[in-house]
């Protein structure tokens, strides 16, 4: 099956400074990479997401690059507030096995 | 609009006791399902998914069973739960297709003492 592998585990950063994370898969046929967002006690909820066939894709201060040669995706948060913290999952769905994998997550801090 | 039912929200339970969660979702057919665990300070495991009545997919041999006895009805069980289950699990659905965000139920905290 699909193994979907994310780094840092944990990042901290200063208010107004950049974030990424990156993510790597296996699965080839894995063909969409949602990336959500989870505060403490509640649900992971979508941020964005990335299909495919887009190698980058932006939505204000956040933005996901996608190589599917490398088979590895980044999430990119700019201008980090307070409130930007939280656990970041990324993930990918496998075509062939229909089926939605997490990574491990990121814990990420802003420092005001 | 579609909506997902994820009960109890919260749960104690003794170890050796059976269990069963439910979820359900409303305003959509045939999605694919999904049970996922987090323990505490983790990632997202998944458990379980489902692509349609009476299909499941086990994705982590354990005391777990699951089981989706309607279209939009799935059931997380055990028989005898283990302290090694507690954690916070998290239904989950998305279209049938699958490749679209997939949306959480509110998730349910098992505390196994």
């Known amino acids: ?112 | 609009s579609q909506t997902i039912h994820q009960w109890p929200a919260t749960l104690v339970q003794p170890v050796g006791s059976p269990l069963s969660l439910e979820c359900t979702v409303e305003g959509t057919s045939n999605p694919n399902l999904y049970w996922y665990r987090q323990a505490a300070g983790r990632g997202l495991q998944l458990l379980f998914y489902s692509v349609g009545i009476g299909q499941i997919s086990s994705e982590v041999p354990q005391n777990l069973s699951a089981s989706r006895p309607q279209d939009r009805q799935f059931i997380l069980s055990s028989k005898k739960l283990l302290l090694s289950d507690s954690g916070f699990y998290l239904c989950a659905w998305s279209i049938s297709q699958g490749n679209t965000e997939a949306f959480f139920g509110q998730g349910t905290r098992l505390t196994v003492v």
Not at chain 1, 44 to 59: A, F, H, M, T, Y
């Open chain 1, 1 to 112: 099956g699909e193994n979907v592998e994310q780094h840092p585990s944990t990042l901290s950063v200063q208010e107004g400074d950049s974030a990424v994370i990156k993510c790597t898969y296996s699965d080839s046929a894995s063909n969409y990479f949602p990336w959500y967002k989870q505060e403490l006690g509640k649900r992971p909820q979508l941020i964005i997401d990335i299909r495919s066939n887009v190698g980058e894709k932006k939505d204000q201060r956040i933005a996901v690059t996608l190589n599917k040669t490398a088979k590895h995706f980044s999430l990119h948060i700019t201008e980090t507030q307070p409130e930007d913290s939280a656990v970041y999952f990324c993930a990918a769905f496998s075509g062939s096995a229909r089926q939605l994998t997490f990574g491990s997550g990121t814990q990420l801090t802003v420092l005001p």
